[in-house]
């Protein structure tokens, strides 16, 4: 009986007339917010205007490995999306994306963290932190050299006992030393909020409702969302770009401009 060939042709043509679809889709028509690109992926959802296609790509081109290590660290889930380009700090490639910043070292043949509010302290924002953003200031000093990392995790870590849900929100990420560091402060009453200031992050317990967060709620201010509003990235890095078969698609978003100019010098690839 030859019923099955009418079949086969039937599945064969059902098959191709989607793929043509998003063919003519993708040559004429709005990018979707994320797909894989070579070598990696690209990401509009941090660009600033949900109807831009603009937005930023990770990649492991060059040798720089980003995009592997962005995933092996946990992606989006860990890190957020993207928002800037590769730029250099303290002289190492370096991409930022909304929880935190990747440093790739070749040396080591990795990515790792940045500690980000360490930066800006060394940027001199440590009195925008505390009046705009209701961050402590650095108030543990380094322990001297020697002492064992685990001790020093121990004591630090302490800090958090004074209060239980800041303590649970630190606690409740896989790796909470990866992906906010250690604290930095003791946990302060800053009027409507407590806060304790981590090397990566800021964990915040609300005492009064916000337009973001209702009284007795924790929040994470992301340590790269406060970076790249301090002005730190430097030159366009921190400008979205188009989506990568898209590039006559629409205006680039308008981005606010940063709080303060740039204090930390590179260059931008």
Same mark, same amino acid.
């Given at each position: 009986?030859?019923?099955?060939?009418?079949?086969?042709?039937?599945?064969?043509?059902?098959?191709?007339?989607?793929?043509?679809?998003?063919?003519?889709?993708?040559?004429?028509?709005?990018?979707?917010?994320?797909?894989?690109?070579?070598?990696?992926?690209?990401?509009?959802?941090?660009?600033?205007?949900?109807?831009?296609?603009?937005?930023?790509?990770?990649?492991?081109?060059?040798?720089?490995?980003?995009?592997?290590?962005?995933?092996?660290?946990?992606? /989006?889930? *860990?890190? @957020?999306?993207?928002?800037?380009?590769?730029?250099?700090?303290?002289?190492?490639?370096?991409?930022?994306?909304?929880?935190?910043?990747?440093?790739?070292?070749?040396?080591?043949?990795?990515?790792?963290? /940045?500690? *980000?509010?360490?930066?800006?302290?060394?940027?001199?924002?440590?009195?925008?932190?505390?009046?705009?953003?209701?961050?402590?200031?650095?108030?543990?000093?380094?322990?001297?050299?020697?002492?064992?990392?685990?001790?020093?995790?121990?004591?630090?870590?302490?800090?958090?006992?004074?209060?239980?849900?800041?303590?649970?929100?630190?606690?409740?990420?896989?790796?909470?030393?990866?992906?906010?560091?250690?604290?930095?402060?003791?946990?302060?009453?800053?009027?409507?909020?407590? /806060?304790?200031?981590?090397?990566?992050a800021v964990i915040q317990l609300w005492k009064t409702d916000q337009p973001w967060a209702k009284a007795g709620q924790v929040t994470i201010?992301?340590?790269?969302?406060?970076?790249?509003?301090?002005?730190?990235?430097?030159?366009?890095?921190?400008?979205?770009?188009?989506?990568?078969?898209?590039?006559?698609?629409?205006?680039?978003?308008?981005?606010?401009?940063? *709080?303060?100019?740039?204090?930390?010098? @590179?260059? /931008?690839?």
């Open positions: 009986m030859s019923w099955w060939r009418p079949l086969t042709l039937m599945l064969v043509a059902v098959t191709l007339v989607p793929l043509s679809l998003l063919t003519a889709e993708r040559a004429h028509g709005a990018p979707p917010r994320d797909f894989a690109v070579l070598n990696g992926y690209f990401y509009s959802q941090a660009n600033g205007d949900e109807q831009s296609p603009y937005g930023f790509t990770i990649s492991d081109n060059g040798g720089d490995l980003f995009y592997s290590e962005f995933r092996r660290y946990g992606g /989006v889930a *860990v890190l @957020g999306y993207p928002i800037s380009r590769r730029f250099l700090l303290d002289g190492f490639p370096s991409q930022a994306f909304q929880k935190g910043i990747l440093q790739w070292r070749k040396n080591e043949g990795r990515a790792v963290f /940045v500690n *980000v509010f360490d930066k800006l302290s060394e940027a001199g924002y440590d009195d925008w932190l505390r009046t705009v953003r209701l961050v402590p200031n650095k108030t543990i000093p380094e322990e001297a050299k020697g002492v064992p990392f685990e001790q020093i995790i121990v004591a630090r870590q302490a800090v958090l006992n004074d209060n239980p849900q800041i303590r649970a929100a630190y606690f409740a990420v896989r790796d909470p030393i990866l992906q906010y560091g250690l604290p930095t402060s003791r946990i302060e009453d800053l009027g409507p909020v407590l /806060v304790v200031r981590l090397q990566r201010a992301n340590g790269g969302d406060v970076f790249k509003e301090a002005g730190l990235i430097p030159g366009s890095a921190g400008t979205p770009h188009p989506a990568p078969g898209y590039e006559n698609e629409g205006p680039a978003p308008v981005l606010k401009a940063p *709080v303060a100019p740039p204090q930390l010098q @590179g260059g /931008v690839f």
